[in-house]
């Protein structure tokens, strides 16, 4: 306060506050002397603690107009007698700006040396002019320039300009140590000199490398696959957005090809080898697909057995289709995974950017549309063309309503047993018939059990559909039998009713009460069901075998193929797959699959007959059994009595009470 008490100099914030004086610049002068005896008691206590207060910094700055620095010559005192209060006012020394720092500096100096946080001052030419025993530990001794700080040339000049406009920043930055860059948290401030417009930086950095790589490794792992290690969705999202919006913006053609990857029957090798033998071979299709892919593009695992690959730059046909192969054959060779040899097949939907669609969702959705159609068509590969789209979206509605039908189908008989004969190679008898599930729908007419068996299994109706049909198609091979027509019957057996553990019981349930005999049914088991925990499947056929009923491996060469099953399991009939007669390729290797099952004792069947060349050249080679539309379609109950009738007898009288 100046001599007279009229004007406040310089107070700290608790002075100020005491005065009641919130703009320091517009205090005018007043009568604080004969304001202070005014006041009571209570509020000199406050006035004491705020002038005890400055006697601790001895150098500070004038919070006039021109912000001075200033050296505090005269602390205060005050006396206080019973009514009169003196007041020995505070005198301050003005200060070059140099000298401010210097004193500044020698004052702070033991505690600044003791710190970890770097501390450094540069003038305005951006010249080191202080630096603290941590920075002189830690950097390197070419640290002369604001510049020289940082490890990114770019940052200091973003540095400078931000700090000038705004007097202060913090920012993350890689600062030059002698350990090599290292991130710091780095807190700018500008002190303006005296003198004008010049300003120097003061720098405050504390290492953050450790919260630094705590933060990448959280980063990494929203990032990552955890099980294959492979970028995972929320990575393929960001880069489609780079993508999307790096190349719209550019000049030249915009485009990448995406492929999105599906396993064939991955989830019965999931259900059957369980979820770590699912995991391995997950693992292995992901090394694949890296090996496969390599530089060319980026591969992704979206979860559960999906995986995209992103072709940045690649659009082209013959581009895509020979990386599509090279995937394929990648894939080729066989897993060894779980003690059990396993078929790898994927099935690839191809979708290109932006020729197939405008935007990321729209891009994988039809690149998605695609995988359905090459899976359905068994293809490997599909392109995607815009026709997809409509019957993608019609087959997941019809499936829906499928589903809720399924409900009704079994309540409201809707479920029907079609029939197709087995012929003998030996002298063209009917030897047995096999009953195919038929769902006759009030509206969309018969639907084909490949399209709605899947869906009772994943809906668990398939347990009660199953009894349902070994029921019915014993009582039908029964009625046969008392009418004279004494055939076995096969009866197919879905997966899921085979791992359900009552199986046998269901089957025994049957005989009892069709009253059909074990040794006239024939149950139809496909590879698949063979994976996994083999004693149980071991204790389940060994259960059917010995209650006298036969068993049939059904479309062999479909699956894994694999020949150890045919030794391991009470087998008695093969059935070899369709597929083997109607691929020109596969039609090689239906001779030694043939020659094999005769090896190993085994009835042979096969599937799939269309013509009579088939039929000579399957008899030749010393085939058991044949069934197919070159003799038979599939027919309803009463059309298959008839069929029979006319071949088993040559009279016809006792057709009506048969079916
Ligand atoms: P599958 O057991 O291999 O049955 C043979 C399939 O081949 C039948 O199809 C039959 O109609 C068809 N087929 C027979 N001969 C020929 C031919 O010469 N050429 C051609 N192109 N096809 C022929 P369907 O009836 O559509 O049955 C398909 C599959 O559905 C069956 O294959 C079987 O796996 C399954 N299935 C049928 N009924 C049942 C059932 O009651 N329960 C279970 N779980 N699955 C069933
Ligand atoms: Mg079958
Ligand atoms: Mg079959």
């Known amino acids: 306060m100046d001599q007279n008490f009229t004007t406040l100099l310089w107070a700290n914030d608790a002075g100020w506050r005491f005065w009641g004086i919130d703009n320091h610049d517009a205090a005018n002068p ?39 620095p200033a050296e505090v010559v005269t602390t205060v005192r005050v006396e206080s007698q019973i009514d009169t209060h003196q007041i020995e006012v505070v005198t301050f020394r003005v200060l070059s700006e140099e000298s401010f720092t210097k004193i500044e500096t020698s ?30 530990r830690d950097l390197p001794e070419s640290t002369v320039t604001f510049q020289d700080l940082f490890n990114d040339p770019s940052a200091s000049e973003l540095l400078l300009k931000s700090i000038r406009k705004k007097g202060e920043v913090q920012v993350e930055q890689e600062l030059n140590t002698r350990h090599g860059s290292c991130w710091h948290t780095v807190s700018l401030k500008k002190i303006v000199a005296s003198t004008g417009n010049e300003f120097s930086v003061l720098v405050t950095a504390n290492n953050s490398s450790r919260w630094h790589v705590a933060e990448q490794r959280a980063k990494d792992l929203a990032q990552k696959d955890s099980l294959t290690s492979l970028p995972n969705r929320a990575a393929m999202s960001a880069f489609l957005r780079e993508l999307t919006h790096r190349k719209s913006s550019e000049s030249y053609k ?47 695992r979206l979860g559960g057995d999906e ?29 060894y995974i779980a003690d059990q040899k396993l078929r790898i ?15 990321i969702t729209e891009v994988l959705e039809h690149a998605d549309a695609a995988m359905y159609l090459a899976k359905a068509e068994r293809s490997g590969y599909c392109f995607f063309d815009a026709q997809m789209t409509k019957s993608h979206s019609d087959s997941s509605k019809n499936r829906l309503s499928l589903e809720n039908d399924l409900i009704t189908a079994m309540e409201e008989n809707q479920l029907e047993i079609y029939y197709q004969p087995k012929i003998s190679c030996q002298d063209l008898s009917v030897s047995g018939v096999e009953a195919l599930l038929r769902w006759n729908h009030p509206e969309r007419g018969m639907i084909s059990p490949e399209e709605f068996i899947r869906i009772a299994e994943e809906t668990n109706h398939i347990s009660a559909i199953g009894r349902w049909v070994l029921e019915a198609a014993m009582t039908q091979q029964r009625k046969w039998h008392d009418a004279g027509l004494t055939l076995p019957i096969a009866i197919n057996i879905s997966a899921q009713q085979f791992h359900n553990g009552d199986l046998v019981e269901h089957v025994s349930g049957a005989l009892k009460a069709s009253g059909c005999e074990p040794d006239m049914v024939e149950l139809e088991i496909t590879e698949s069901m063979l994976l996994g925990d083999t004693d149980q499947i071991q204790a389940t056929l060994q259960q059917l075998s010995s209650m006298g009923i036969m068993l049939a491996l059904d479309d062999f060469g479909t699956g894994f193929s694999n020949l150890a099953y045919l030794q391991k399991y009470p087998l008695d009939v093969l059935k070899i797959d369709r597929i083997f007669l109607a691929d020109q390729k596969r039609s090689m290797l239906m001779g ?26 399957l008899i030749s080679r010393g085939c058991d059994q044949l069934q197919g539309f070159y003799f038979s379609k599939p027919l309803p109950v009463e059309e298959i009595t008839l069929y029979l009738m006319d071949k088993c007898f040559n009279d016809n009288s006792a057709t009506r009470s048969a079916a």
């Open 307 to 335: 995986f995209v690959v992103i072709f940045d730059g690649l659009a082209g046909y013959d581009e895509l289709t020979e990386q599509a192969e090279n995937i394929l054959n990648g894939m080729d060779k066989p897993a």
């Open 107 to 136: 004052i702070e100096a033991t505690s600044l040396n003791n710190t970890d946080t770097l501390i450094l001052l540069f003038d305005g030419k951006n010249n080191l002019t202080y630096r603290n025993a941590a920075t002189i």
């Open 345 to 359: 097949r994927p099935s690839i939907g191809i979708c290109t950017y932006p020729a197939d669609g405008k935007s």
């Open 592 to 617: 030694t699959i043939l020659n094999m099952g005769k090896v190993l004792g085994l009835t042979v069947v096969a599937e799939g007959v269309e013509n009579s060349v088939q039929a000579d050249w």
């Open 254 to 300: 915009a485009e990448f090809g995406l492929f999105f990857l599906d396993l064939d029957r991955f989830k019965i090798i999931n259900d059957s080898l369980g979820h770590a033998a699912g995991d391995e071979l997950l693992i292995e299709v992901a090394n694949r697909l890296r090996h496969s892919v390599g530089e060319m593009g980026n591969v992704y």
């Open 30 to 68: 007043r009568d604080f002397m004969s304001e202070l005896n005014l006041r009571k008691k209570s509020e000199w206590r406050g006035f004491f603690k705020a002038l005890d207060d400055l006697n601790e910094p001895t150098v500070t700055r004038c919070p006039n107009r021109t912000s001075q």
